[in-house]
């Protein structure tokens, strides 16, 4: 099979839910999605929003070049309909194979663009997704304002503690439907959050978020969960997007305390880590 252009973006975890206050923040987790342009038909996984016929469809009406007598191949190692960011991986890896394949040399700003405009278009997002986009192919976090263009959405911007391990706990498919209202009905908690990531506190606006999600959703459960891995050595812990995955963040030492008792509650447990900037190589600097 013939490849004309690959692409590859990560999964992610929330840190404000965009729903609550109208603006989002999530960080992307070492979980990756790869996604290969190829000549003639190919089988993909379930897709169930049709992101990827939606990446075409915003692609050509972008007015970059139209492939021929093309199809997909998908791998991704990020859990479907969980909240952990996966419709943004497939998205923005579909741009980049198509990037890739066209030789557009795009930016990351038209690559978060493309990815935000057809996972509108497909219906599988409440918000727009802007900040899982950002996620998805950058390191750090970043606070954006969804209903502005990629190159005017980040509002603040940082990096993660490094050395941390992120389990993600599965508890089965999204049950409940979510709704936008039960967001807003909960603005004072998403206002802590907010405040905790404006000072730099990422990781408690993660805990705090995720116990907002979990009272606009009725997850009650969730709020169980989080309050006992943070009992146990967790330092953080909260719903990752609309649930109803459960992100936990914690030190090396305290894993296993807590992969073995997220395992003992029928849980599948997800070892991960956050994606960090790479390191300046010094001696490859032209400047010494």
Same mark, same amino acid.
């Given at each position: 099979?013939?490849?004309l252009g690959r692409g590859s973006a990560n999964g992610g975890v929330?840190?404000? +839910?965009?729903?609550?206050?109208?603006?989002?923040?999530?960080?992307?987790?070492?979980?990756?999605?790869?996604?290969?342009?190829?000549?003639?038909?190919?089988?993909?996984?379930?897709?169930? +929003?049709?992101?990827?016929?939606?990446?075409?469809?915003?692609?050509i009406e972008s007015g970059y070049p139209r492939p021929d007598d093309?199809?997909?191949? @998908?791998?991704?190692?990020?859990?479907?309909?969980?909240?952990?960011?996966?419709?943004?991986?497939?998205?923005?890896?579909?741009?980049?194979?198509?990037?890739?394949?066209?030789?557009?040399?795009?930016? *990351?700003?038209?690559?978060?663009?493309?990815?935000?405009?057809?996972?509108?278009?497909?219906?599988?997002?409440?918000?727009? =997704?802007?900040?899982?986009?950002?996620?998805?192919?950058?390191?750090?976090? #970043?606070?954006?304002?969804?209903?502005?263009?990629?190159?005017?959405?980040?509002?603040?911007?940082?990096?993660? *503690?490094?050395?941390?391990? @992120?389990?993600?706990?599965?508890?089965?498919?999204? =049950?409940?439907?979510?709704?936008?209202?039960?967001?807003?009905?909960?603005?004072?908690?998403?206002?802590?959050?907010?405040?905790?990531?404006?000072?730099?506190?990422?990781?408690?606006?993660?805990?705090?978020?995720?116990?907002?999600?979990?009272?606009?959703?009725?997850?009650?459960?969730?709020?169980?969960?989080?309050?006992?891995?943070?009992?146990?050595?967790?330092?953080?812990?909260?719903?990752?997007?609309?649930?109803?995955?459960?992100?936990?963040?914690?030190?090396?030492?305290?894993?296993?305390?807590?992969?073995?008792?997220?395992?003992?509650?029928?849980?599948?447990?997800? +070892?991960? #880590?956050?994606?960090?900037?790479?390191?300046?190589?010094?001696?490859?600097?032209?400047?010494?």
């Amino acid at each position: 099979m013939t490849v004309l252009g690959r692409g590859s973006a990560n999964g992610g975890v929330s840190v404000l +839910h965009a729903a609550g206050l109208g603006k989002g923040c999530s960080i992307g987790i070492d979980l990756s999605t790869e996604v290969s342009l190829v000549v003639g038909e190919a089988e993909v996984s379930p897709d169930e +929003h049709g992101i990827l016929d939606s990446v075409m469809g915003v692609w050509i009406e972008s007015g970059y070049p139209r492939p021929d007598d093309t199809g997909w191949r @998908v791998s991704s190692e990020v859990p479907i309909g969980q909240g952990l960011k996966s419709s943004a991986a497939l998205a923005c890896a579909a741009a980049m194979a198509l990037n890739e394949a066209s030789w557009t040399a795009l930016s *990351d700003f038209d690559i978060v663009d493309i990815a935000v405009a057809a996972q509108r278009r497909s219906g599988c997002t409440i918000t727009g =997704s802007m900040d899982d986009a950002w996620a998805a192919i950058s390191p750090g976090w #970043k606070l954006v304002d969804p209903i502005q263009s990629s190159r005017d959405s980040v509002l603040l911007e940082g990096d993660i *503690d490094e050395g941390l391990t @992120v389990l993600i706990a599965l508890r089965g498919p999204r =049950s409940a439907k979510v709704q936008s209202d039960s967001f807003s009905n909960q603005g004072k908690i998403f206002e802590r959050a907010m405040a905790s990531l404006s000072s730099g506190s990422v990781l408690s606006a993660m805990s705090v978020n995720g116990m907002a999600v979990a009272a606009a959703t009725g997850d009650d459960e969730a709020l169980r969960v989080c309050n006992s891995v943070i009992a146990r050595g967790a330092i953080a812990a909260g719903v990752s997007g609309s649930g109803p995955a459960i992100a936990i963040v914690c030190y090396e030492q305290g894993v296993e305390q807590l992969a073995d008792f997220l395992t003992e509650s029928n849980m599948r447990v997800i +070892h991960s #880590k956050f994606i960090e900037s790479e390191p300046v190589d010094e001696e490859a600097s032209p400047w010494g």
